[in-house]
C-alpha cells in the first residue's frame, strides 16, 4: 500500500475549543455515523487558521513529496471530525482530490483503526494517537467502530493540484 505514516503532535489544548464550536452544528455528511465534522461549515476555512497554521505548512510539505515532490498540490478543504460511541466513517474514496491527509488528535485505546480495501480485501492499519496518514485520495478506505466510550477526533485535509489558468 501506498501510505505514509508520520507523528504531528499538535497544540490540542488551544485547538480543541474551536474544533468543538465548528462541528457544533447539525450533521452535514451521510457518510459519518454517530459522528459530527464541520465539513461543510461554512464558517470558517481551517487552513486559514493561525492556530493550525504551523500544522498545515508541515503537512503541505509532506504531501507535496508524497505525491513526487509536486509543488502544484494545495490544500482544497480541511475539517475536524469527532466519533461518538460506536462512530465510524463508511467506505469512500475522494474524488475530486489527489491525497488524503488524516492526523488522529484524540484517539483512545479500543477508538478503531483505518481499514483501506486492498484486492477486494480490507487492510488494517493501526493507529494511535498522533499519527498522521498520508493516503492517495483514490484508495477506498473505512474507520472502524469506536468502542473505547471516549471521543475521537480527527483532522483531515484533502489535497488537489492547482488548476492553471
Aim: charge should be positive; glycine fraction near 4%.
Amino acid at each position: 500500500m501506498n501510505i505514509l505514516t508520520l507523528k504531528y503532535n499538535l497544540d490540542w489544548r488551544v485547538v480543541k475549543p474551536l474544533a468543538e464550536k465548528l462541528v457544533n452544528i447539525p450533521t452535514q455528511d451521510m457518510l459519518e455515523v454517530n459522528a459530527s465534522t464541520s465539513y461543510l461549515n461554512p464558517l470558517q476555512k481551517l487552513n486559514k487558521l493561525p492556530e493550525l497554521k504551523e500544522y498545515f505548512d508541515f503537512i503541505t510539505t509532506k504531501v507535496q513529496d508524497f505525491v513526487g515532490k509536486d509543488k502544484t498540490i494545495m490544500i482544497e478543504r480541511a475539517w475536524f471530525s469527532k466519533y461518538d460511541k460506536d462512530g465510524h466513517i463508511i467506505p469512500h474514496t475522494h474524488p475530486s482530490s489527489t491525497a488524503v491527509a488524516c492526523l488522529y488528535i484524540e484517539f483512545p485505546p479500543d477508538a478503531g483503526n483505518l481499514e483501506f480495501k486492498v484486492f477486494n480485501m480490507w487492510q488494517e492499519l493501526n493507529i494511535s494517537q498522533g499519527d498522521l496518514v498520508i493516503f492517495p485520495a483514490y484508495m477506498m478506505h473505512r474507520s472502524q467502530p469506536n468502542k473505547s466510550g471516549k471521543e475521537r477526533w480527527t483532522l483531515t485535509t484533502n489535497f488537489t493540484k492547482k488548476r492553471l489558468i
